[in-house]
T-cell receptor, first 112, second 114 residues
């Protein structure tokens, strides 16, 4: 399976703390994307990082990509209760025709 | 980003019936749409790629005769689950390719087959 692995599977933190999620994948990619999913809802696109990029920021989000290790991380700074959701990485594989392969996901719970 | 809608948002049906799920692109002409399935507490698995005006491309292990996909216009793709069984109960999500490489997802359709 080409599915990526994410860790941790679940993460519980206090509001104001930072949350870090990691994603590993297996083959060459065009880009890697992070999505958020609230319980029972659709996915919201957070950030896309291309294979020739190493770091990207968007608001409180910071994504890194290490293609030599085939891994990426998503950092959410100063977390809020509203950040509680599942977070998925998805890889656009080289030669894959824009199809996305999703990771296993991290369930984040931010407590007040 | 692009806006994608799905209808219905949830459906309950009896085993053996067929269910049609619509995926509409509200503000973008989508030549390519994707259909995913998500079982409870699991990740999304790509089922098929829907191309406007041509046959869909199915992922390995997905029965094309069971999951019929029609993409007759640039704004509408449909997924029909034929002769649904309880094991087909799942969350079905479509997406469209927006500008660049980003996919925009619909809100999903929850199917429960009794």
């Amino acid at each position: 399976s080409q599915q990526g692995e994410e860790d941790p599977q679940a993460l519980s933190i206090q509001e104001g703390e930072n949350a870090t999620m990691n994603c590993s994948y297996k083959t060459s990619i065009n880009n890697l994307q992070w999505y958020r999913q609230n319980s029972g809802r659709g996915l919201v696109h957070l950030i896309l990082i291309r294979s020739n990029e190493r770091e990207k920021h968007s608001g409180r989000l910071r994504v890194t990509l290490d293609t030599s290790k085939k891994s990426s991380s998503l950092l959410i700074t100063a977390s809020r209760a509203a950040d509680t959701a599942s977070y998925f990485c998805a890889t656009d594989l080289t030669g894959g025709g824009n199809k996305l392969t999703f990771g296993t996901g991290t369930q984040l719970k931010v407590e007040l | 980003g692009a806006v994608v809608s799905q209808h219905p948002s949830w459906v309950i049906c009896k085993s053996g019936t067929s269910v049609k799920i619509e995926c509409r692109s509200l503000d973008f002409q989508a030549t390519t749409m994707f259909w995913y399935r998500q079982f409870p507490k699991q990740s999304l698995m790509l089922m098929a790629t829907s191309n406007e005006g041509s046959k869909a491309t199915y992922e390995q292990g997905v029965e094309k005769d069971k999951f019929l996909i029609n993409h007759a216009s640039l704004t509408l793709s449909t997924l029909t689950v034929t002769s649904a069984h309880p094991e087909d109960s799942s969350f079905y999500i479509c997406s469209e390719m927006g500008l660049g490489e980003t996919q925009y997802f619909g809100p999903g359709t929850r199917l429960l087959v009794l």
